[in-house]
Nanobody, 127 residues
Framework: QVQVVESGGGSVQAGGSLRLSCAAS??????????MGWFRQAPGKEREGVAA????????YYADSVKGRFTISQDNAKNTLYLQMNSQTPEDTGMYYC??????????????????WGQGTQVTVSS
């Protein structure tokens, strides 16, 4: 059974940094092309893809709104995914979710392509 658990959310002032972590268990990296992604959802808005990484190739994808500020990385030995968020703005506020799936690269930011989700961790950026 796959379990996905996020941590590391919190409150930060604009310009600050946070690092999110996602521990995934029950996911086999070696035999399948698996993608792990970060999504976020602000109140009243749709869930949007923030960043994703293909665990075998290491290829990464980012939303335009976070390029140059956020970095997604993985520690395969620990089955852990990270999202380093720098130079944060109030627009980064939302619930951040970790997801696991096998989307084709062009659909990396399509939430429907992911099968397993964490419970989310709240990120609040104040101005």
């Amino acid at each position: 059974q796959v379990q996905v658990v996020e941590s590391g959310g919190g409150s930060v002032q604009a310009g600050g940094s946070l690092r999110l972590s996602c521990a995934a268990s029950g996911v086999t990296y070696s035999s399948h092309t698996i993608c792990m992604g970060w999504f976020r959802q602000a109140p009243g808005k749709e869930r949007e893809g923030v960043a994703a990484i293909y665990t075998d190739s290491g290829f990464t994808y980012y939303a335009d709104s976070v390029k140059g500020r956020f970095t997604i990385s993985q520690d395969n030995a620990k089955n852990t995914l990270y999202l380093q968020m720098n130079s944060q703005t109030p627009e980064d506020t939302g619930m951040y979710y970790c997801a696991v799936g096998r989307p084709r690269p062009r659909y990396w930011d399509n939430a429907g392509e992911y099968n397993y989700w964490g419970q989310g961790t709240q990120v609040t950026v104040s101005s």
